[in-house]
């Protein structure tokens, strides 16, 4: 009963050691506590070399690395605004660049749609009903319910007299620049 008992005693120690007490957190144990203790000891010891050390300097050697401290970090500002301004002007240079691209781009829509006639079909808007507005489509529908086989092949017809009048070839005598 005794052996049960002291038993027993290690077994409820051992859990004890294993659940976080008051104050402490699970992070704070075993391990990483020692690891914890030796850091803060460590500070502490670095903290009092400094202090010691500062107190052992005389005030004008204080004073010149306060003025030493202070230009480093005025040239680190300077660095940091020269930084932003270059960034800045190549960020204003690739939006120009982009302008510049989207308007060749549209030169060259321009360009293939005055080549040839097919190309005039994919202009948007033209050409696709899936393109086209959703209310003219719902408009055009109503119409075309309305009107008769013989009202819709003269449509028809009507269209593509406008479209080829709308043609206009030009040929090329020579590679463009673009």
């Known amino acids: 009963a005794e052996a049960d008992l002291r038993a027993a005693e290690i077994q409820q120690s051992r859990r004890d050691k294993l659940i976080a007490?008051?104050?402490?957190?699970?992070?704070?144990?075993g391990a990483r506590a020692r690891i914890d203790k030796e850091r803060a000891e460590e500070e502490k010891r670095r903290s009092r070399n400094k202090k010691r050390r500062m107190?052992?300097?005389?005030?004008?050697?204080?004073?010149?690395?306060?003025?030493?401290?202070?230009?480093?970090?005025?040239?680190?500002a300077k660095r940091?605004?020269?930084?932003?301004a270059q960034e800045k002007a190549v960020a204003d240079r690739h939006k120009k660049l982009d302008k510049i691209e989207s308007k060749?781009?549209?030169?060259?829509l321009e360009y293939l749609l005055k080549q040839s006639s097919i190309f005039a079909k994919l202009k948007v808007g033209e050409g696709h009903p899936e393109t086209?507005?959703?209310e003219k489509k719902a408009?055009?529908?109503?119409?075309?319910?309305?009107?008769?086989?013989k009202h819709l092949e003269h449509a028809c017809e009507k269209d593509s007299?406008?479209?080829e009048e709308e043609e206009e070839h030009v040929f090329l005598t020579k590679q463009p620049s673009c």
């Open 21 to 29: 007490k008051e104050g402490e957190h699970s992070s704070s144990r």
């Open 55 to 76: 107190e052992e300097m005389d005030p004008e050697e204080l004073a010149e690395r306060r003025r030493l401290k202070a230009l480093k970090k005025a040239e680190t």
């Open 80 to 84: 940091q605004r020269v930084r932003e």
């Open 104 to 108: 060749k781009a549209a030169q060259r």
């Open 132 to 134: 086209a507005n959703p």
């Open 139 to 149: 408009a055009e529908s109503k119409k075309s319910r309305s009107r008769s086989s």
């Open 161 to 163: 007299a406008e479209e």
